[in-house]
């Protein structure tokens, strides 16, 4: 809803006119900007605003990735059940294959 005004409503008007189309892309794009300006003064006093926009922007270098190694876990505990396989047997395989294929030389084990 906007304003009490359903989605519907809104992507019709937007469809039959482009002048409100391009007023609200206007808009969206100023409160991004906006928004964006805000996160980065916070950051100046509070690193978590600073981090929040780092992980947001460039997600692979800065994101959270515990929660992909999770969810990549939980996968793979289901696929041994459903093969009838170790899946300790079967990290260590994935992990041989990653290291294989990585530019850049694997750290050694521990």
Same mark, same amino acid.
């Given at each position: 809803?906007?304003?009490?005004?359903?989605?519907?409503?809104?992507a019709?008007?937007r469809?039959?006119?482009?002048a409100?189309?391009?007023?609200?892309?206007?808009?969206?794009? *100023?409160?991004?900007?906006?928004?964006?300006?805000?996160?980065?003064?916070?950051?100046?006093?509070?690193?978590?605003?600073?981090? *929040?926009?780092?992980?947001?922007?460039?997600?692979?270098?800065?994101?959270?990735?515990?929660?992909?190694?999770?969810?990549?876990? #939980?996968? #793979?505990?289901?696929?041994?059940?459903? #093969? *009838?396989?170790?899946?300790?047997?079967? #990290?260590?395989?994935? *992990?041989?294959?990653?290291?294989?294929?990585?530019?850049?030389?694997?750290?050694?084990?521990?």
């Open positions: 809803m906007y304003a009490g005004i359903s989605e519907d409503t809104v019709n008007w469809r039959s006119s482009s409100f189309s391009d007023a609200v892309t206007r808009a969206e794009a *100023e409160a991004d900007v906006a928004l964006v300006a805000f996160v980065r003064q916070a950051a100046q006093t509070d690193w978590r605003a600073g981090m *929040e926009l780092l992980s947001r922007r460039w997600p692979e270098t800065w994101g959270r990735h515990d929660r992909v190694d999770v969810e990549l876990k #939980l996968q #793979l505990r289901r696929l041994a059940a459903e #093969l *009838e396989l170790d899946p300790q047997e079967m #990290l260590a395989e994935a *992990e041989r294959i990653v290291a294989r294929h990585q530019p850049w030389p694997a750290p050694p084990n521990s």
